[in-house]
């Protein structure tokens, strides 16, 4: 473990440092200023990762699985808002803010679940992921670093999920996670002193790339943002039971995974008076929530809002 502590110390500490050489080399730059600021504010949340592995490794505080999980959850929270917000920046699209708005419902299972910490990093995993697709969308200037975090996106989902069927130790992954991050922050920076980034550069990509990868890219696409309906459709039904339960005085707990089912709740109550309506509200909820979608959305929400009404059904 002293090793694996040591591996992780040096994989931060280089996070953190390049961090700081870039906010240092391009903070004066107009071009790149208000990408490099919030991308370099990233800094303060592996610094604090550092510290606390720093006093892990001196044994000043015992490690647990469990802590780190926690804090490591809250670095990819503020890692994923500020690139969220980075990727705002520069396509300047507002129906980002529907991605942000999947996420943040998405969080909402988190609650639920006895692994609060793990689907708050799985999540975050699939913000990223999709982020880094549209990067490469929207700018040849940052693919590199879009393909890098793409990677890092992706290999840290597989390491989650198998953290999710109980294959390995946190802290081992975490470590892996964050290598393939540093690589993502180094072509990061070495692209951001490319030609300043707009989205209109994405008429010419796509005229240059090939029918294969346009179907890849958005194959891929598709699949992470249907995996985010669900997961939000799957939140906002076991919420609903689990509140509605609380109203009636009822105890709760969530089974995230059990011999391959879907995530449910296990409610008891001393009385059945509610018993009718906790089962609905589950089913209500979404329908609800999808109808709201489906008459203030645009094509795009309305799509979403029929996959949303869809997973509720399977889901109950």
């Known amino acids: 473990m002293k090793l694996l502590l040591l591996i992780n110390l040096a994989i931060t500490f280089l996070i953190s440092f390049l961090f700081v050489l870039g906010f240092y080399r391009y903070h004066k730059d107009e071009k790149v200023k208000k990408i490099i600021y919030p991308f370099s504010s990233i800094f303060f949340a592996y610094l604090a990762l550092f510290i606390i592995s720093v006093l892990w490794f001196f044994d000043i505080t015992a490690y647990t699985p469990k802590d780190f999980n926690l804090i490591y959850s809250f670095v990819l929270f503020i890692q994923t808002l500020i690139l969220f917000r980075i990727v705002y920046l520069i396509n300047q699209e507002k129906n980002l803010f529907y991605l942000l708005f ?20 799985l999540t975050s995993f699939f913000l990223i992921l999709v982020l880094s697709f549209i990067l490469i969308r929207i700018s040849d200037s940052y693919k590199n670093a879009a393909y890098a975090g793409g990677i890092y996106a992706c290999v840290s989902l597989i390491l989650g999920f198998l953290l999710l069927l109980g294959f390995g130790e946190p802290f081992l992954y975490g470590t892996i996670s964050n290598f393939f991050f540093l690589f993502f922050v180094y072509f990061f920076l070495k692209n951001i002193c490319s030609k300043p980034l707009t989205h209109k550069e994405s008429s010419n990509i796509i005229q240059k790339e090939s029918n294969l990868m ?9 699949i992470v943002l249907t995996n985010l309906v669900l997961i939000s459709t799957i939140g ?10 609380r109203i009636y005085d009822c105890e709760s707990r969530t089974i995230v995974y059990e011999n391959g089912n879907y995530p449910y709740s296990e409610i008891i109550c001393d009385n059945l008076t509610g018993k009718i309506i906790i089962s609905l509200a589950g089913v209500i909820t979404p329908i609800l929530l999808g109808l709201f979608l489906f008459v203030l959305g645009g094509r795009f929400i309305k799509a979403i809002s029929f996959l949303m009404v869809g997973f509720n059904i399977i889901a109950s």
């Open 102 to 121: 999947a996420y943040i419902v998405t969080l909402l299972l988190a609650y639920l679940s006895s692994y609060l910490s793990l689907f708050f990093s």
């Open 214 to 222: 346009l179907f890849v890219r958005y194959f891929l696409f598709i």
């Open 236 to 245: 906002i039904h076991e919420l609903s039971h689990v509140a509605t339960a």
